[in-house]
């Protein structure tokens, strides 16, 4: 098959790489904003360079999508926190352009990669289904482009009928490569990953449970759907749900109960202060989306996780503590250095533009 991948040098964009590598018999093009250099060592494919959010780029999108197969949409911004209109162009702006794309070329088959993030605050720690509403939570900038991405591909569905459309919600996506990126998500420049070896007790909220799954488990389940042209709605998490004692006891902490609404103030004070990157939005979003019930993926796939939640907790707080990198643009090292480097040319990376 002709595989298109948006967002291919990312978290899960490698490791979907990777996988369809290992299967065999596919030509696949990574579009992406900034290709990987050519000493990476990544399989030989096509690469597009491009930007989402730009409406120039759109005959280029076009044309690395004629004769595709499938498109596999991955592409998403976590940065610059501070700029959400920029946020909302890539991430709803960009899944328009796609669907778009994939329309006027006639691709037959459109993998959205979507997010417990799109689905409506949970009532419980009750597992929800794929019928789980997909409205998001409001009051998180991450969960509202989710939920607002959901709408477009309603809208495709209806209009496009021959299109088959799979939409994938997985819990949050750990490995170990991605701990560099991760840093530069969630902390200050400023911080050197050395202090996540020395942090003697962790302030949160004692009701923290959240679904977690390996990104090698996500792009198993990735070929598998484009192996069976699989419509609709999959989630994907490994068991068993990750909690703050769970986090507390990777890090060598002492978990130390703080109401959620505390730890909220102290992070949405610092983020409007420029102290750290990590919007307020991402505190709500933790407290609110609902576990995954994943029968749907293991019964109609045949997907099963390799990797329990909790070893996907460990293995990406170790890939965090050592900067881990697999040295592609997004995943790339992270150094205290570097960061004080860019900020002092770009600003800091919650509200810096792109070069």
Request: hydrophobic share 45%; glycine share 8%.
């Given at each position: 098959m002709r595989i298109v991948i948006t967002g291919a040098t990312g978290n899960v964009g490698s490791a979907l790489v990777r996988r369809l590598v290992e299967d065999g018999g596919h030509e696949l093009v990574g579009v992406v904003r900034r290709p990987p250099a050519s000493e990476v060592s990544f399989p030989a494919m096509e690469w597009v360079a491009l930007d989402l959010t730009d409406d120039a780029d759109a005959e280029a999108l076009h044309a690395a999508c004629e004769g595709a197969d499938a498109v596999v949409h991955l592409a998403w911004g976590f940065q610059p926190s501070h700029r959400e209109a920029h946020l909302r162009a890539l991430?709803?702006?960009?899944?328009?352009?796609?669907?778009?794309?994939?329309?006027?070329?006639?691709v037959p088959h459109l993998v959205h990669m979507s997010s417990v993030g799109a689905y409506s605050p949970k009532q419980d720690d009750t597992p929800v289904d794929e019928t789980w509403p997909t409205n998001g939570v409001p009051?998180?900038?991450?969960?509202?482009?989710?939920?607002?991405?959901?709408?477009?591909?309603?809208?495709?569905?209806?209009?496009?009928?021959?299109?088959?459309?799979?939409?994938?919600?997985?819990?949050?996506?750990?490995?170990?490569?991605?701990?560099?990126?991760?840093?530069?998500?969630?902390?200050?420049?400023?911080?050197?990953?050395?202090?996540?070896?020395?942090?003697?007790?962790?302030?949160?909220?004692?009701?923290?449970?959240?679904?977690?799954?390996?990104?090698?488990?996500v792009a198993d389940a990735l070929s598998r759907v484009l192996d069976a042209r699989a419509p609709g709605a999959f989630n994907l998490a490994a068991e068993p749900p990750v909690t703050a004692q769970d986090v507390a006891d990777t890090l060598g902490a002492r978990l130390?109960?703080?109401?959620?609404?505390?730890?909220?103030?102290?992070?949405?004070?610092?983020?409007?202060?420029?102290?750290?990157?990590?919007?307020?939005?991402?505190?709500?979003?933790?407290?609110a989306v609902p576990l995954l019930d994943t029968t749907r993926a293991r019964t109609e796939l045949g997907w099963a996780p390799s990797t329990d939640a909790t070893s996907v907790l460990a293995e990406t707080l170790a890939g965090m503590q050592d900067t881990a990198s697999s040295g592609t643009p997004v995943l790339r090292p992270r150094t205290v250095t570097g960061g004080l480097a860019r900020a002092l040319r770009r600003g800091p990376v919650s509200s810096r533009r792109a070069p």
């Amino acid at each position: 098959m002709r595989i298109v991948i948006t967002g291919a040098t990312g978290n899960v964009g490698s490791a979907l790489v990777r996988r369809l590598v290992e299967d065999g018999g596919h030509e696949l093009v990574g579009v992406v904003r900034r290709p990987p250099a050519s000493e990476v060592s990544f399989p030989a494919m096509e690469w597009v360079a491009l930007d989402l959010t730009d409406d120039a780029d759109a005959e280029a999108l076009h044309a690395a999508c004629e004769g595709a197969d499938a498109v596999v949409h991955l592409a998403w911004g976590f940065q610059p926190s501070h700029r959400e209109a920029h946020l909302r162009a890539l991430g709803v702006g960009g899944t328009g352009r796609v669907i778009d794309a994939v329309v006027a070329t006639g691709v037959p088959h459109l993998v959205h990669m979507s997010s417990v993030g799109a689905y409506s605050p949970k009532q419980d720690d009750t597992p929800v289904d794929e019928t789980w509403p997909t409205n998001g939570v409001p009051t998180s900038m991450y969960s509202r482009h989710k939920a607002a991405a959901e709408r477009l591909l309603d809208e495709l569905e209806v209009d496009a009928p021959d299109v088959t459309v799979t939409r994938v919600r997985p819990g949050i996506i750990g490995q170990r490569s991605a701990g560099s990126a991760l840093l530069r998500y969630g902390l200050p420049a400023l911080v050197p990953a050395a202090l996540l070896r020395h942090v003697p007790v962790l302030p949160i909220d004692s009701g923290l449970v959240i679904p977690m799954v390996h990104a090698d488990d996500v792009a198993d389940a990735l070929s598998r759907v484009l192996d069976a042209r699989a419509p609709g709605a999959f989630n994907l998490a490994a068991e068993p749900p990750v909690t703050a004692q769970d986090v507390a006891d990777t890090l060598g902490a002492r978990l130390v109960h703080v109401p959620s609404a505390a730890v909220r103030a102290a992070v949405s004070a610092s983020w409007h202060a420029r102290v750290q990157p990590l919007d307020p939005g991402w505190i709500d979003m933790a407290y609110a989306v609902p576990l995954l019930d994943t029968t749907r993926a293991r019964t109609e796939l045949g997907w099963a996780p390799s990797t329990d939640a909790t070893s996907v907790l460990a293995e990406t707080l170790a890939g965090m503590q050592d900067t881990a990198s697999s040295g592609t643009p997004v995943l790339r090292p992270r150094t205290v250095t570097g960061g004080l480097a860019r900020a002092l040319r770009r600003g800091p990376v919650s509200s810096r533009r792109a070069p």
